[in-house]
């Protein structure tokens, strides 16, 4: 079983709880969520990614690593939610991701500083 596997089954539960597929807040965590709106799901994003960070440094300092595992998992879920009630998926942050697959992060903020030079010069 892949993990791209299991990231899709994620995604078509959560899917299958937005308000327009008849997702029911009393019965599921998801379906609550992205019935309270964007407010509240992009709270807890943002929650989670300071969680995030506090798990990292911990184990920086010899702390629990499977912490760090399991708030990355908590930001990945959320994150998920978020991307679901835009119409999004797994598959098209996946599809991001190969996009620049190869070009180095120093290489893309060049070229896009020279867009930016060129487009000053317009
Ligand atoms: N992966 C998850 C998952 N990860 C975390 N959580 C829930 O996310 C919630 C928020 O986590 P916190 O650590 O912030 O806990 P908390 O203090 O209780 O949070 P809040 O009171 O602030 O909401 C907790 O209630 C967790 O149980 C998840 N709930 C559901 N899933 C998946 O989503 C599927 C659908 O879930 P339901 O929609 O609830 O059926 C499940 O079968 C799982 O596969």
Redesign the pocket.
């Known amino acids: 079983m892949s993990s791209t596997d299991t990231l899709n089954r994620?995604a078509a539960?959560?899917e299958s709880?937005l308000p327009a597929h008849g997702?029911n807040p009393d019965?599921?965590?998801?379906?609550?969520?992205l019935h309270k709106g964007p407010d509240a799901f992009l709270k807890?994003v943002g929650?989670?990614a300071t969680?995030v960070v506090m798990a990292a440094k911990d184990a920086e300092h010899g702390g629990d690593r499977i912490k760090l595992v399991n708030e990355v998992?908590?930001l990945w879920?959320?994150s998920m939610i978020a991307l679901a009630h835009f119409g999004l998926s797994p598959a098209d942050v996946v599809a991001e991701l190969a996009r620049r697959e190869g070009t180095s992060g120093i290489e893309e903020k060049a070229l896009r500083k020279a867009q930016a030079r060129e487009a000053n010069e317009d």
């Open positions: 994620l539960v959560i709880r997702g019965a599921s965590y998801v379906a609550r969520l807890k929650e989670e969680e998992a908590d879920f959320h």
